[in-house]
């Protein structure tokens, strides 16, 4: 059983070849008002949209070259065809122009959240903050961590100036002071110095704890390579 011919597909080449034929030989020289042989309106719309397959399209194509109206009905499906393409295509570009925008801005407040330029911090006037450690047994950082007290000093989530009044023995100079979070984190951190007022070892410092959440913390200060002595606050 002789297999059935498979169709020849509309290409850019014949509508090319079209095109010029038409161009040549004006739609008007071919007016056709009986409209003889002209193949239905659904062919002609399939060729325009191509690439589908339309059986003898060789013939289709060489009537609508030589029929005024034929012509002009498949050049106004062919401006329909290829303006539904040029608004689908417009709208997926802008579709994953949005995405792609979208998931920059997110990323980048994600991995970049906004920090305030020392300019913002300076405009703020600070909060004065007392720290009472005298009476504190404080855990060193060479040491097996104590369990830590029920009581813990409360700071505002604010830029403070920080007055720590230190155990007796500390000495005089200055100081690193680091706010860690319960994974061992630097969450904040500046530096103070420490002098004794006749009656208290007192650390001045300012820092700025704005930016970190509320939570306990562990505040650990140390004067240069010697251990760190660590006390529990609570940061509101």
């Known amino acids: 059983m002789a297999k059935k011919p498979t169709p020849p597909k509309f290409s850019r080449r014949t509508e090319t070849?079209?095109?010029?034929?038409?161009?040549?030989?004006?739609?008007?020289?071919f007016p056709n008002p009986e409209r003889l042989s002209c193949p239905e309106a659904s062919t002609l719309q399939a060729i325009a949209g191509r690439p589908l397959s339309v059986p003898d399209?060789?013939?289709?194509?060489?009537?609508?070259?030589?029929?005024?109206?034929?012509?002009?009905?498949?050049?106004?499906?062919?401006?329909?065809?290829?303006?539904?393409?040029?608004?689908?295509?417009?709208?997926a570009a802008v579709i994953v122009l949005t995405v792609v925008i979208s998931s920059w801005y997110l990323g980048r407040k994600v991995l970049s959240p906004t920090q305030r330029s020392p300019q913002q911090i300076s405009e703020v006037t600070p909060l004065t903050a007392?720290?009472?450690?005298?009476?504190?047994?404080?855990?060193?950082?060479?040491?097996?961590?104590?369990?830590?007290?029920?009581e813990a000093p409360h700071l505002r989530r604010s830029l403070l100036?920080?007055?720590?009044?230190?155990?007796?023995?500390?000495?005089?100079?200055?100081?690193?002071?680091?706010?860690?979070?319960?994974?061992?984190?630097i969450t904040a951190q500046s530096t103070?110095?420490?002098?004794?007022?006749?009656?208290?070892?007192?650390?001045?410092?300012?820092?700025?704890?704005?930016?970190?959440?509320?939570?306990?913390?562990?505040?650990?200060v140390r004067k240069g390579a010697a251990s760190w002595r660590q006390y529990s606050v609570f940061v509101d």
């Not at 070849?17 to 020289?29: G, K, N």
């Not at 208290?200 to 930016?211: F, G, K, N, V, Y």
Request: aromatic share 8%.
């Open 161 to 185: 100036n920080l007055e720590i009044k230190l155990p007796l023995g500390t000495e005089d100079g200055s100081y690193a002071i680091q706010f860690r979070n319960n994974a061992g984190g």
């Open 192 to 220: 103070g110095v420490a002098k004794w007022d006749g009656a208290t070892e007192t650390m001045s410092a300012q820092i700025d704890l704005r930016t970190i959440e509320p939570g306990q913390y562990t505040l650990a």
């Open 17 to 29: 070849d079209l095109l010029r034929v038409a161009t040549e030989a004006l739609p008007s020289d």
């Open 57 to 91: 399209v060789d013939d289709v194509v060489d009537h609508i070259a030589t029929c005024s109206p034929c012509f002009t009905a498949y050049s106004a499906y062919r401006r329909e065809h290829r303006s539904r393409s040029y608004r689908r295509r417009s709208a």
């Open 130 to 150: 007392v720290l009472d450690f005298r009476n504190s047994t404080a855990e060193r950082s060479d040491q097996t961590p104590l369990p830590r007290p029920q």
